[in-house]
């Protein structure tokens, strides 16, 4: 069984939600990597009471607990002090401490403040972690079951704490077997769908499933310790299957992958080709995620269909979309000189793209060289939503047009 | 005393560090802003143990739990499952969650799967919170001192269910005297520059200034509970002075406001106006910040100067962009038929766009009516940092031009 680690916060900008607490996730990412098993994340504030009751129970529930914040030079960093009274330690002054934290003054050329003097004071036994970033010295010591290591609050200064200090004697204390997570990223399934088409592959009891949907939706298979690596290429290549073209890139095989535009990228890179994009729901969010890529050379925005219609001299009468998109694509592909079109449409009225409980359908035609992809769903939702839906949908079917022409 | 709340969230995707648990910031914002003191997040995984140990925990200790994740259709899904054992409550089908399911499905021209049929099982005495937006109803019991409210973890979902189903009932259960917070919003002075400048205001010690920068820099003042009105405005209007144009809204006085596109909404829907844009180095990202807005009739985006001066038919030698902006600003406002044109454009080539230890200077010329106003903007760092202060600086250039024209 792997070690238990946690997470401990301590600052009232997190319990008061002035911050999002990305140090827990950072560190948790890092912890989960190398084998730890990370039960917990809690974040308190400046009382002291609650910080000592809080690292009195961490140390007998976890064998390893990565702290961040507290450790600063003001009245309400509480760390050292919560410590030395849940463990019954006293502070000792640390000279070492105090002389780097000087030196740091006297590199920027000013006097250290009286504040921070106190700074320098840790739990007797503690082992002294160098802040090569900042001022405040981090420290690290047993109680009990559970090994804690605290950390600064300023991300920049913790990162380089646990990376340098941390990190490097982890797999001296601990014994770690890093499970193995693989990740496939889907788009144009829910959750549910995609439940029941996985159904029918066997996943070894051994292996765990889960699932997260955020803009796409991904798969997580979590293998054990040195599972085989052929019997985690066949299981991964079974589920693939069962999802076809909806999986459009595969993490934890090796190659990095990234988001959706990170997979049309390679494909446009590798092609050289370009892309012009006429975009009406999605209101220049396709065109804004493309960003950093070399090969969107043009996109347009217009609010209206009758805009749309005018700005391409097609007749008012005319209200195939289809045949709309087709048209326009083929004007972009000629007035742009890009070898692409992309062009999306829907026919509803503003009314409708505004309410909520209303839906759109939305068309998204893909002209690349001759070759014509049409891809058609329905968005619901707030205006926000349909938005982004509409701009996720549209990529995919420039991605997918790669695999799937229809003439 | 304020009454205690916590924050409890549920899912491995944040114990794992995949995403930074953003809900339970957003929550204990809304929740220190009513007047609940918010002493502990927690965050734990998918084991059930954990869960029911956490539940019976908080329990205890908290007036108020917020509990976020969970909900969902899948095997690990577990909050139900974990409260009906914390609190020895069976769970029973709750026949009006499952017809909203139900209905939910049949919007969309899908089948129910199977699978969701669980989500319409809470436990027993519980108020159902209805979803508007997902499939997954919260719920809400009272278990020895605390009042528990369970919402999905998808954070549109939950913002909604928040503010339409939790946010009305506090009141009445909870004796609250919130202090009040009042926020200035700026944009286009950093947070060094706006401390000088408010350094010659005296605050009183009982008020609490605090600063946030994000898009905007955001100046809080938060006053204790029936702090006196003419005290607080006259505060808020002496700090105000300091900064003048540069404050776009202020919050907490009353009129609730938003963000500086919802500013700029107010100001071009009550002139009637409507907007043709050019984007460069925003690329799309202004106009899709405009959605939900009626006045942004057409927004077009070019990679290069090249393209911008062949699509405008300006002679390639001509490189004074002021000059340029100008000729693209009225060639706009005529073919798109609009009174308001804005256009935005850098020197620099790609390579310097992409480079984050290069800046690009932007342009941004508004032509309203017959009135120009002309803003630039040096902007450094990543090429998605410089894509979105392009789009607020343009955008701000717009709100700008209603107070400072020049011809």
Redesign the interface.
């Known amino acids: 069984m792997n070690p238990l680690l946690e997470i401990f916060s301590q600052g009232e900008e997190?319990?008061?939600?002035?911050?999002?607490?990305?140090n827990?996730?950072?560190?948790?990412?890092?912890?989960?990597q190398i084998g730890f098993t990370?039960?917990?994340?809690?974040?308190?504030?400046d009382?002291l009471d609650?910080l000592v009751a809080l690292l009195q129970e961490i140390a007998q529930r976890a064998d390893c607990c990565l702290c961040t914040g507290g450790l600063g030079p003001t009245s309400d960093d509480l760390t050292a002090e919560a410590v030395a009274k849940a463990f019954d330690l006293p502070l000792v002054f640390d000279a070492i401490a105090f002389m780097q934290m000087k030196q740091f003054f006297a590199n920027r050329n000013r006097t250290m403040p009286e504040s921070n003097t106190k700074q320098a004071l840790l739990p007797k036994g503690a082992q002294r972690l160098d802040n090569s970033l900042g001022t405040a010295p981090g420290f690290a010591l047993k109680y009990q079951r559970c090994w804690f290591a605290f950390m600064p609050g300023v991300p920049s200064e913790m990162r380089q704490m646990y990376l340098e200090k941390i990190l490097p004697s982890l797999p001296n204390r601990f014994d770690l077997h890093p499970e193995r997570l693989v990740t496939l990223k889907t788009i144009g399934l829910g959750?549910?769908?995609i439940?029941?088409r996985i159904a029918a592959v066997v996943i070894p009891s051994e292996v765990q499933l889960?699932?997260?949907?955020?803009e796409d939706v991904q798969i997580k298979l979590l293998f054990p310790f040195a599972y085989p690596e052929t019997a985690i290429r066949h299981l991964v290549d079974e589920i693939a299957e069962q999802l076809g073209d909806c999986v459009f890139a595969i993490d934890g095989l090796g190659e990095e992958t990234g988001d959706l535009v990170a997979t049309i990228d390679k494909l446009m890179t590798q092609g050289r080709h370009t892309l012009a994009v006429l975009?009406t729901a999605?209101?220049?969010?396709?065109?804004?995620k493309?960003?950093?890529t070399?090969w969107?050379?043009?996109?347009?925005?217009?609010?209206?269909l009758i805009?749309v219609k005018g700005k391409f001299s097609i007749a008012d009468t005319s209200d195939d979309l289809t045949i709309i998109a087709k048209t326009i694509a083929w004007q972009l592909q000629q007035q742009q000189n890009v070898d692409f079109a992309l062009v999306q449409l829907y026919g509803e009225d503003?009314v409708t793209l505004?309410d909520?409980d209303k839906?759109i359908v939305v068309h998204s035609l893909m002209l690349a060289g001759d070759q014509y992809y049409h891809a058609v769903h329905?968005i619901?939702?707030?205006?926000?939503?349909k938005?982004k839906q509409a701009a996720l949908m549209s990529l995919d079917a420039l991605r997918r047009c790669f695999f799937n022409p229809d003439r």
């Open positions: 997190i319990t008061r939600g002035q911050i999002a607490d990305t827990a996730a950072w560190l948790s990412q890092q912890a989960v990370v039960t917990r994340h809690t974040a308190v504030g009382k609650d959750e549910s769908v439940q029941e889960g699932f997260r949907a955020a975009e999605s209101q220049g969010l396709l065109a804004a493309c960003i950093g070399e969107l050379l043009s996109a347009s925005y217009e609010q209206s805009r503003r505004l909520k839906s329905t619901s939702g707030t205006v926000q939503r938005q």
